[in-house]
């Protein structure tokens, strides 16, 4: 559904929450397969020790919920490199919510993160993409956006916002020559999870999730979700009638 990618040497990769988890992983698999690149986050300290000995590396801090700020960044790459040939959008937070601990401050800090931030960095990057008429941007957004799940009350709706987005964008982009990639990842061990008190379903570490975000990019795939033992069942349950949808959520999860 998209071009392929047999070589990421050379190919100019800018990583937007870089410092952590999921991307720090993803952008350490890429330096080590030759890729340039720009990692972004807050925590320049984190991005440093990501970029290790690449010292041809752009590092540039930001905060993607900062419209300048992204668009700075931007700038600064752009003087660099010409142009970039894919944005990896991975930033993203997550707090435990329930309707009986709404707390509207923090849903508004979910969602300026996970929402208002890619929408930041879409500014910054579309109109770059749509001239160059090449490139991608994948989206990391969340298997807990497919369909409502307890403990996920603005994280779910955020990620469900981005899945929508990467639908439309794989539309309106993909015949101007530009790919895009949808990253459903399910539990994946890393500083946002390591709250978690329950016993997470098929849990896979960072490195193995970058692993499998890279694949799905090189085979050119739209919705690349892992891992498939745990992200087809919900994906499956997506297709029941509500009836038995909630049934069967509250059987699995006892909430
Ligand atoms: N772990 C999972 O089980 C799981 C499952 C599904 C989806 N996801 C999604 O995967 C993505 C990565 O999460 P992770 O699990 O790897 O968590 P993580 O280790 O906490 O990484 C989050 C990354 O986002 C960056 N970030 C957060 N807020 C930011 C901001 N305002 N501006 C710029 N960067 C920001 C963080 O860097 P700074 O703090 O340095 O800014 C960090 O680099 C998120 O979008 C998350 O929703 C994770």
């Not at 369909?147 to 469900?160: D, E, Q, R, V």
Request: proline residues 5%; charged residues 20%.
């Amino acid at each position: 559904m998209n071009p392929r990618i047999s070589d990421w040497r050379g190919l100019r990769v800018w990583v937007i929450g870089a410092s952590s988890g999921i991307g720090a992983e993803t952008a350490r698999a890429l330096l080590g397969r030759g890729a340039k690149l720009a990692l972004s986050a807050r925590n320049k300290d984190g991005l440093l020790t990501v970029a290790a000995f690449h010292y041809d590396a752009l590092i540039l801090p930001l905060d993607i919920t900062d419209h300048a700020g992204v668009i700075a960044a931007r700038d600064r790459i752009l003087a660099s490199w010409g142009g970039i040939d894919l944005v990896l959008l991975v930033a993203g937070t997550y707090h435990r919510m329930r309707a009986d601990d709404f707390d509207l401050a923090v849903a508004e800090r979910m969602m300026d993160t996970n929402l208002r931030g890619p929408l930041n960095c879409l500014d910054a990057v579309l109109p770059m993409l749509l001239s160059q008429g090449k490139g991608g941007i994948g989206i990391v957004a969340s298997i807990a956006g497919l369909s409502g799940l307890p403990n996920a009350l603005i994280y779910g709706p955020t990620k469900a916002a981005l899945i929508n987005l990467c639908e439309s964008l794989y539309l309106d982009l993909r015949p101007r020559g530009i790919g895009v990639y949808l990253i459903d990842p399910g539990f994946v061990e890393t500083p946002l999870t390591a709250g978690n008190e329950f016993k997470m379903p098929a849990l896979i570490t960072a490195s193995a999730a970058a692993n499998e975000l890279l694949r799905g990019i090189e085979r050119g795939e739209f919705h690349i979700h892992f891992p498939k033992r745990f992200t087809n069942w919900l994906r499956l349950l997506r297709l029941l009638p509500y009836r038995w949808y909630f049934w069967l959520i509250h059987k699995a999860t006892g909430l």
